[in-house]
């Protein structure tokens, strides 16, 4: 997914918060409401996350072929001025 679509920085996420909410669930036996927030707040923390890491990386990127928010989007680059 990674060579073909920036979706993949998605489907990372889901992936990534999806641990945390397990561990809550498994310890307290139920999936609630601090469960959720805390998925989310991880869901939404990989984002920047990410593309602060891949900002530096984006030339080695382009060269693996990978397709990733920094090396597609012009808002990315910064403003034109």
């Given amino acids: 997914m990674k060579r073909t679509s920036v ?20 310890v307290t036996g139920s999936i609630d409401l601090n469960a959720l927030i805390l998925g989310a707040i991880l869901f939404a923390w990989q984002f920047p996350h990410f593309n602060a890491l891949s900002w530096n990386l984006r030339n080695d990127y382009s060269r693996a072929g990978f397709v990733i928010n920094c090396r597609t989007s012009s808002l990315a680059t910064g403003p034109s001025f």
Avoid: Q
């Avoid at 979706?7 to 498994?26: D, E």
């Fill in 7 to 26: 979706y993949n920085t998605w489907v990372g996420s889901v992936v990534g918060a999806i641990p945390p909410i397990m561990g809550w669930t498994s």
